[in-house]
């Protein structure tokens, strides 16, 4: 029996060993009422036993699977990495943090019905929900991103990029991930910088938010290296993509939901 999940559901973790069985608790708790399959792929670095966890809860629950190392290897290459690993017909990844509840899902696949490849959760939309706003702080060097992301890169017609909710068709995002480099924050940009240019059709949803207040962003070595990363997605210049590792735990054939 071959495993064919609809939607493969990528977690990204840094460190989230005291969050991260509630954050699969409520995906699960929500994705169980679903009329289809699916997986989650934790990938997680660090060395808090956030990997650990998640093992011992894939041993008594096929439809999850976890890969990661202990040293910090960027959002963008965890993502990537778990990319070849996803069988679903819609790929997309969720925040460890679970800033975006997942039940913001029910606005993001009807859109694919009507034709998207691409769908992204945003903040910056007329009907988004703001819970918990940032601190003042962080919401001005947010605006300020958006004008310096947009004089290097140009995607004038995005709002929110940065935002961690995000689904694709599944070959459109083996398309993109085959051809993305960038191993930290700006893989959003990267991703949505692809599309554009590929022609995929792309579409910002309005979503609920809150800030959970754990930025694990330095803000100035690390806008120095987010600004270094757009010049690099904007000429190009990419190193080649490191080699994909195993899953910990392989999802197995599931029972479909009545």
Same mark, same amino acid.
């Given at each position: 029996?071959?495993?064919?999940?609809?939607?493969?559901?990528?977690?990204?973790?840094?460190?989230?060993?005291?969050?991260?069985?509630?954050?699969?608790?409520?995906?699960?708790?929500?994705?169980?009422?679903?009329?289809?399959?699916?997986?989650?792929?934790?990938?997680?670095?660090?060395?808090?036993?956030?990997?650990?966890?998640?093992? &011992? =809860?894939? #041993?008594?629950? *096929?439809?999850?699977?976890?890969?990661?190392?202990?040293?910090? +290897?960027?959002? @963008?290459?965890?993502?990537?990495?778990?990319?070849?690993?996803?069988?679903?017909?819609?790929?997309?990844?969720?925040?460890?943090?679970?800033?975006?509840?997942?039940? &913001? =899902?029910? #606005?993001?696949? *009807?859109?694919?019905?009507?034709?998207?490849?691409?769908?992204? +959760?945003?903040? @910056?939309?007329a009907d988004s929900r703001i819970e918990r706003y940032q601190p003042l702080h962080r919401r001005i060097g947010s605006r300020g991103f958006w004008i310096v992301r947009n004089l290097i890169v140009g995607l004038?017609?995005?709002?929110?990029?940065?935002?961690?909710?995000?689904?694709?068709?599944?070959?459109?995002?083996?398309?993109?991930?085959?051809?993305?480099?960038i191993d930290g924050y700006m893989f959003d940009v990267e991703i949505l910088h692809l599309a554009q240019r590929a022609g995929y059709r792309l579409k910002e949803v309005g979503v609920r938010w809150r800030d959970?207040?754990?930025?694990?962003?330095?803000?100035?070595?690390?806008?120095?290296?987010?600004?270094?990363?757009?010049?690099?997605?904007?000429?190009?210049?990419?190193?080649?993509?490191?080699?994909?590792?195993?899953?910990?735990?392989?999802?197995?054939?599931?029972?479909?939901?009545?």
């Open positions: 029996m071959t495993f064919d999940p609809f939607l493969s559901l990528i977690v990204p973790a840094y460190n989230e060993a005291q969050s991260i069985r509630a954050t699969l608790a409520d995906f699960q708790a929500y994705l169980d009422t679903q009329p289809w399959d699916y997986q989650i792929i934790v990938s997680a670095d660090g060395n808090d036993g956030t990997r650990e966890i998640v093992a &011992e =809860l894939a #041993r008594q629950d *096929p439809r999850l699977g976890v890969l990661g190392s202990p040293e910090r +290897g960027g959002k @963008g290459r965890g993502i990537r990495l778990a990319m070849s690993h996803c069988r679903g017909r819609i790929i997309g990844f969720a925040d460890a943090d679970n800033k975006t509840p997942i039940e &913001e =899902l029910d #606005r993001i696949l *009807p859109c694919f019905d009507e034709g998207y490849d691409v769908v992204i +959760g945003s903040r @910056g939309q004038w017609g995005i709002r929110d990029s940065q935002c961690g909710f995000k689904f694709f068709r599944a070959a459109v995002a083996r398309d993109l991930f085959s051809r993305q480099r959970d207040g754990d930025s694990r962003l330095d803000l100035f070595t690390g806008n120095l290296r987010n600004v270094l990363d757009l010049f690099r997605i904007r000429f190009g210049n990419w190193r080649r993509a490191r080699r994909p590792v195993a899953l910990a735990v392989t999802p197995e054939p599931v029972r479909k939901v009545a």
